[in-house]
C-alpha cells in the first residue's frame, strides 16, 4: 500500500506540474502530458480503493 501511495504522488506531481505548464503558457504537449498523467492517476485511485477496502476486512 506504501508504494502504491507513492506512486500515486509522483503521478500527481507530474500532473501538477504538466498542468501548470498548459495553463501557464499554453504548451499543448504538456496538456497532452496532463491528460495522461489524470487517467493513470485514476487507474491508481481505483487500486487504492480495492486495496484499502481489502485491508479493512482482514
Known sequence: ???L???MQSTYASFESDAK????SGNKS???RA????LALEKLL??????S???SKS
Open 1 to 3: 500500500m506504501k508504494e
Open 35 to 38: 491528460r495522461k498523467s489524470s
Open 21 to 24: 505548464l498548459q495553463l501557464e
Open 53 to 55: 477496502i481489502a485491508e
Open 46 to 51: 481505483k487500486e487504492f480503493r480495492k486495496v
Open 30 to 32: 504538456a496538456g497532452t
Open 5 to 7: 501511495i507513492e506512486n
